[in-house]
């Protein structure tokens, strides 16, 4: 009998004989420990660094609750940092530096990122693949986001990103 793992479709064994059945399902070990971390109950974080893209989870005030290494990797700086932070703090936006704050400024209200984010939270409905960029001190940085909202929270996946252009030469 072929046993193939019914989550990821691994060969678990393959002792075919003249039975009944040919093909039964099981869970590998691979799977098992995976699935065994979500059920116990693992933390946001972590989970997070298991997706392959880098990803920021805010609240609906644009506040982050969570994201993952690979996004706080892009900014040069550690997951733990980005927590509490609003959005254009932790993405490096370099109109979050005014004096006004992240969210406050004239900029905010043209941010693609955050009126996904807010439109997203209000109607829970998701956005897929939103052109976007983000000013930065090295100049902008071209996205395409997709944006999800569950439980209260929005997920925010970078699911492209080109590098600074760079800012023009003032004269």
């Known amino acids: 009998m072929l046993v193939v793992c ?7 064994s393959d002792a075919r004989g003249g039975g009944s059945c040919d093909v039964s399902h099981g869970m590998c070990q691979s799977c098992a420990d995976h ?12 989970y997070l660094d298991t997706l392959p893209q880098p990803v920021i ?11 993952n290494q690979k996004l706080a990797s892009v900014f040069g700086r550690d997951k733990v940092e980005l927590r509490g932070l609003a959005g254009g703090e932790a ?8 004096p006004e704050g992240c969210g406050k400024t004239v900029h905010c ?28 001190k090295n100049g902008r940085v071209s996205l395409r986001i997709s944006v999800k909202a569950k439980d209260g929270l929005v997920r ?9 252009e760079p800012k023009p030469a003032e004269a």
Do not use: F
């Open 57 to 67: 989870v805010v609240n609906g005030d644009g506040c982050v609750v969570a994201a």
């Open 91 to 98: 993405m490096a936006c370099v109109h979050s530096l005014l």
């Open 6 to 12: 019914a989550y990821c479709r691994k060969t678990i």
């Open 109 to 136: 209200r043209e941010c693609t990122i955050r009126r996904a984010v807010q439109k997203v939270a209000k109607t829970g409905r998701a956005l897929d693949k939103v052109p976007a960029y983000l000013e930065t």
């Open 156 to 164: 925010v996946t970078v699911e492209e990103m080109k590098p600074a």
């Open 35 to 46: 699935y065994e971390k979500l059920w116990k109950g693992m933390p946001l974080s972590d």
